[in-house]
């Protein structure tokens, strides 16, 4: 499945047919102990993250 990573500083990250379990995810972001998280190959300030949410895909009509 496709997704956006929205950042607080205006950034979009795109992951494209990613492997993402919200529950771990979730989990991560939540521990104090913690403050990077890896997302699609790209080390991010867990603190910078908005939302993550599944990407619309275009459909294009031939």
Known sequence: MDYQ????N???I??????FDAVAFTATLN???????NIGGAI???HIIIS????TKTETQA
């Open 10 to 12: 205006g950034q979009t």
């Open 44 to 46: 991010i300030n867990k």
């Open 31 to 37: 521990e104090q102990k913690i403050n990077f998280v």
């Open 5 to 8: 990573v929205q950042l607080n």
């Open 14 to 19: 795109n992951l494209t047919n990613a492997e």
């Open 52 to 55: 993550v949410l599944p990407a």
